[in-house]
């Protein structure tokens, strides 16, 4: 009967209480038990550690055609790490998910009825989602980093880690996705709404750009180096198509920096609105 | 603190009382709202509403669509800030509750789950934030008999299953205090009489149960006190029992004479209205039906039907917030009343 087991548990159960530890291990819980998050990261980490691999191959097999001056100015760790060109948007979508998919579905009002501080249940988010982010990136950018290398060998075109800028290239880019994740789970939290935070985060990062494009040279080349993804993605090239770029760890520090402004606003947005 | 609160703790003798802060923090069950508002934009939808949910019994709360039920759930819990005013769970603001799902346990009208996670990982997860064991998981899975779907997708889930899962997030934490916002909301009337039985579990436990419906049937199986509000407003805070009476007090007795004129003379008397919708038939107020009988008996007349009708908790409820319906269906409303005029 309901009752005797109601009445029978409220001896028994023992009391918890909440902690942000706890918190972690149930955003942990909720992050690997969607369907969608698996895929996106799955995603992510095959088009990380794949994209640069296969570019590779087709580049080694149409050697001979290349022009000289590709040939020249042709380097394997910009190879090694160009698939987060396709990881970032796995990786950013995910981000915007982490949160705006609990907005969407009305889950933010069962954590929050949970954690009432709330502040806990972002950091958790974030903390977690950026944890599992780095480590996957990081791997696929070591794989792919060996597996290119082990392709170019044929022509010459191999760099080891003790390369200048390789080392560098290869964490920088799983840091610049770690960050990027970061920064979108805070556009999330901000937009409230799943398709909203894509938009957001698909325009800040790619139509942004464009956008300074059309600009005046002038105007185009003093803020263009500025923004998120081209301050962000400095730190995984080698060969930079922008004169006045950041430097490598200038530029991520500027990226850390959106990402920081974007939790901040999502924080305060999370205290004072409704859930 | 409110008089009820107050009553009951003088009543404990001061040693008691000494012992009884000292070892219990948690003091007792209840639920304080004070003088709450909630405005959004132009739009009042809670207006100054004041009551208390009081401690070891099932309170209902009862209104109309649209009658701030679901935004006043969602201030208790701490969702919603109120415009004005504060809500105090078991003495403190729910943003201070250490451990919130030990104390109170919610079910949101509108379902608070992530449709692609399955109802085990869904409760998991909720677990996890409080340090409560995977046991007590599955315990609450099996309390609400989703033993077989628990692994499945929420998204899958038929309305009562979805209600179930609810009803197991808000016991998860074995609280002192659940709320429940329409919980018998789309369920079948086996469901219905399950959550009948489950309230009247948890109220025999001694837990404080507040439970929101739309339908007055509902809640007077179950609550032994009512909150009525109507847009926004507190219209009663009263027992089921005293509106119960209140709707008897106003019912009419159907008299079936072929003397309906001389019966009509004879009960003619302060407070007593005669009404005759049809030949030969009399709708008589303010008067008992056993009086009726007498009267006629005295008289020598012939009665063929002596029916008291009581009006129903429905129309107690709806002469209580008739005025305050947002939405009228002006058409449907007025049609039975026409009906009757016109026989």
């Known amino acids: 009967m309901s009752t005797a087991v109601l009445t029978e548990r409220a001896a028994a159960a023992p009391r918890g209480r909440v902690t942000q530890g706890n918190v972690v291990r149930s955003e942990w819980t909720k992050l690997m038990t969607l369907r969608s998050t698996r895929w996106s990261l799955l995603a992510g980490f095959v088009s990380m550690a794949g994209l640069g691999i296969l570019v590779a191959a087709v580049q080694m097999g149409r050697w001979a055609q290349l022009a000289p001056h590709e040939r020249a100015t042709y380097n394997s760790l910009d190879t090694a790490v160009g698939g987060y060109h396709l990881a970032q948007l796995a990786v950013g979508v995910l981000g915007v998910l982490v949160i705006a998919g609990e907005y969407s579905t009305g889950m933010i009002r069962s954590s929050f009825m949970a954690v009432p501080k709330r502040l806990p249940v972002l950091w958790a988010k974030i903390g977690v989602f950026a944890a599992v982010t780095f480590v996957l990136t990081l791997v696929a950018s070591f794989i792919a980093f060996f597996a290119v290398q082990a392709i170019v060998t044929q022509h010459g075109q191999q760099h080891s880690l003790g390369d200048p800028g390789a080392l560098r290239i290869v964490v920088g880019t799983a840091l610049f996705l770690t960050l990027l994740g970061v920064m979108t789970t805070g556009i999330g939290a901000l937009v409230r709404n799943t398709a909203g935070g894509i938009a957001l985060f698909v325009f800040l990062l790619f139509v942004l750009p464009g956008i300074t494009g059309i600009l005046p040279a002038s105007v185009a080349d003093s803020i263009s180096p500025y923004l998120p993804l081209n301050a962000g993605t400095v730190i995984a090239t080698s060969t930079f198509e922008n004169s006045n770029h950041l430097s490598p760890w200038g530029g991520l520090a500027l990226f850390a920096g959106y990402a920081a402004l974007a939790v901040g606003a999502a924080a305060v947005g999370l205290l004072r609105r409704d859930a | 603190m409110s008089t009820v609160y ?299 039907e002596l029916t008291p009708h009581r009006a129903s908790l429905e129309d107690a409820f709806m002469a209580l917030t008739g005025d305050s319906v947002e939405y009228h269906a002006a058409g449907l409303d007025r049609l039975p009343t026409e009906l009757e005029h016109a026989a």
């Open chain 2, 6 to 304: 107050d009553l009951r703790w003088r009543q404990v003798h001061p040693h008691e009382r000494w012992w009884r802060s000292a070892f219990s923090p948690i003091m007792e069950d209840m639920i304080e709202v004070d003088h709450i508002t909630k405005r959004y934009g132009e739009k009042v939808a809670v207006d100054d509403l004041t009551f208390t949910v009081k401690p070891g019994i099932v309170t209902g709360f009862l209104g109309p669509n649209g009658a701030g039920k679901s935004t006043t759930m969602r201030m208790i819990l701490g969702l919603d800030a109120p415009s004005a005013g504060r809500v105090e769970v078991n003495g403190k603001a729910y943003r201070d509750l250490q451990a919130p799902l030990h104390e109170i346990g919610a079910m949101l009208e509108a379902h608070a789950i992530h449709t692609g996670r399955s109802a085990y990982h869904h409760l998991l997860a909720m677990a996890q934030t409080h340090g409560i064991a995977r046991t007590r998981v599955n315990e609450v899975i099996e309390l609400v008999g989703l033993e077989d779907v628990a692994r499945k997708r929420v998204g899958g889930f038929s309305l009562g299953m979805g209600q179930r899962l609810g009803i197991a997030s808000a016991l998860l934490g074995d609280p002192g205090t659940v709320i429940l916002d329409e919980p018998a909301n789309g369920l079948d009337p086996e469901g219905i009489l399950w959550i009948r039985n489950l309230l009247k579990g948890l109220a025999a436990d001694g837990r404080t149960v507040f439970l929101s419906s739309h339908l007055m049937s509902e809640i007077a199986l179950t609550a032994e006190h009512l909150v009525v509000v109507g847009r926004g407003r507190l219209i009663a805070d009263t027992t089921v029992a005293e509106i119960v009476a209140q709707a008897s007090l106003n019912g009419a007795v159907r008299v079936r004479t072929p003397d309906a004129a001389q019966l009509r003379s004879a009960l003619a008397a302060d407070g007593v209205t005669v009404a005759s919708a049809e030949r030969g038939v009399l709708e008589v107020q303010g008067i008992e039906s056993e009086r009726i009988g007498a009267i006629a008996a005295q008289h020598g007349i012939v009665l063929h």
